[in-house]
């Protein structure tokens, strides 16, 4: 053999094959620069639980005798059936959750802004989040679990539903992909079933609410109440005991969004709520097919306990980032089942 024979270089075919097995593991991990994989898991409940008598049905607003109901946004009371049961987030999204999966930290609630009470500030619900972002969080999360994707959503077509005249709002159109095993905001209806827990009391915890069972501002909710501890900020989500049905924080911390559009009911006193023309009883019910807003469900660590109320119900904004109390959390169809 010549002197100009090949003579393979090791460390280059080395290097190569390790560059090599680098890239499957990111492609089989997900790798994207010094972004851990999705790890943690959403604690999902199963609702109604197990045992539960078909056809899942509950009443679905307030009575006239409700203490602060809203007669506008709340009535009339009907009948609400649900054909099918769900898995509901045990929690609101946290912001460690948030973070792990898009990368960002948004809240308000960090830093400086985290009360002395709090031991493990990734346990606080995530907030300033839009309702947008929300949705692409719950198709981001789908797509770790390899599931299919439960929103369809395009970004150049506006939505001709949406019918706010907010110039900052994009108006994606946004629909369900039926058929799939994705993760999804619940409706107003799956979420008030499951925050009432089989309950018709103005609470999951009777006909009144103290600020050892929920994170409101501390003001009374029945006149021979007591005032309770204000404390002007987010709690951690499991800090608050459940309800009969294993889930946290469904009265209180952070208004939780709902799939439904709403109208702005203050700006349009006869605006045309979707419980007055919904039918009676009501199957699956999605709310509305046109709107200016979504639904906000649970109340809030700012508001009273009126707000708090299984049956209230309010609207924010789909476009809005700053809302430090709104939060949501995540919907899945039981397992080998499908939206």
């Known amino acids: 053999m010549s002197e100009h024979s090949y003579r393979p270089n090791w460390n280059i075919a080395l290097f190569g094959i390790a560059t090599l097995i680098l890239a499957i593991v990111c492609s089989l991990t997900a790798c994207n620069g010094d972004k851990e994989p999705y790890i943690s898991g959403i604690e999902m409940v199963q609702i109604p639980p197990d045992g539960t008598p078909k056809p899942y049905s509950f009443v679905m607003g307030s009575p006239i005798s409700e203490v602060s109901r809203e007669a506008v946004r709340e009535s009339p009371m009907r009948t609400v059936i649900l054909t099918k049961g769900f898995l509901l987030g045990k929690y609101p999204i946290t912001q460690g959750q948030y973070r792990e999966i898009t990368g960002k930290s948004p809240s308000y609630h960090q830093g400086d802004a985290v009360p002395d009470y709090v031991t493990n500030p990734d346990m606080l619900p995530v907030e300033y989040v839009s309702w947008y972002e929300m949705v692409e969080f719950c198709n981001r999360l789908s797509e770790l679990e390899g599931r299919t994707k439960a929103y369809v959503i395009n970004k150049e077509d506006s939505d001709s539903n949406n019918i706010t005249t907010s110039r900052s709002d994009p108006k994606w159109h946004i629909t369900l992909r039926a058929g799939s095993n994705g993760y999804r905001l619940p409706t107003e209806a799956q979420w008030e079933y499951a925050c009432r827990a089989g309950t018709t009391t103005p609470f999951n915890t009777g006909a009144t609410i103290t600020t050892a069972q929920a ?87 700012s508001m009273g306990p009126d707000r708090c109320r299984s049956a209230w119900r309010e609207r924010f904004g789909a476009e809005t980032k700053d809302y430090d109390n709104l939060g949501f959390r995540v919907a899945l169809p039981l397992n080998g089942q499908t939206w």
């Not at 939780?256 to 702005?264: G, H, K, L, R, S």
């Not at 009676?280 to 809030?300: F, H, I, K, S, W």
Request: glycine residues 12%.
């Open 215 to 301: 994170n409101f501002n501390g003001t009374k909710y029945l006149p021979n109440d007591t005032n309770g501890v204000r404390r002007g900020a987010t709690t951690e989500v499991d800090f608050f005991p459940p309800n009969a049905w294993g889930l946290y924080d469904m009265h209180g911390n952070v208004y939780e969004a709902c799939w439904d559009f709403m109208y702005n009911a203050w700006s349009e006193p006869d605006y045309i709520n979707y419980f007055t023309d919904a039918p009676n009883p009501d199957y699956d019910p999605t709310g509305l097919t046109q709107g200016e807003r979504r639904v906000g469900r649970g109340g809030c660590y």
